[in-house]
């Protein structure tokens, strides 16, 4: 009588993580995805989440590289003008 009570209780629990399972399977297929375009066919590709997430990840560090890059620009440019007047100063042509 036991056995039959385990047997049944593990007989359950896989048939609920086969179930589970299938609704995770399922909500994991209902993420919808947008195509790519694709350069060389001229068509829309779908390539998956993972590339696409690598293309999103991508264009967003080399947005907040160029953004870096022009401010270390701006930076250097005030340095050097500040350098300038301070030599001018220390000359004596500030005026």
């Given at each position: 009588?036991?056995?039959?009570?385990?047997?049944?209780?593990?007989?359950?629990?896989?048939?609920?993580?086969?179930?589970?399972?299938?609704?995770?399977?399922?909500?994991?297929q209902?993420?919808?995805?947008?195509?790519?375009?694709?350069?060389?066919?001229?068509?829309d590709?779908?390539?998956?989440?993972?590339?696409?997430?690598?293309?999103?990840?991508?264009?967003?560090a080399?947005?907040?590289?160029?953004?870096?890059?022009?401010?270390?620009?701006?930076?250097?440019?005030?340095?050097q003008?500040?350098?300038?007047?301070?030599?001018?100063?220390?000359?004596g042509?500030?005026k």
């Amino acid at each position: 009588m036991k056995t039959q009570r385990l047997v049944a209780l593990y007989l359950s629990m896989i048939l609920l993580i086969f179930v589970l399972s299938g609704f995770a399977a399922g909500a994991e297929q209902k993420i919808i995805h947008k195509p790519v375009p694709n350069k060389e066919s001229g068509t829309d590709v779908y390539l998956g989440p993972r590339v696409q997430h690598v293309r999103e990840y991508r264009s967003m560090a080399t947005s907040a590289g160029r953004k870096a890059r022009e401010e270390a620009a701006i930076r250097l440019k005030n340095a050097q003008q500040e350098r300038e007047m301070n030599n001018k100063i220390d000359k004596g042509g500030g005026k």
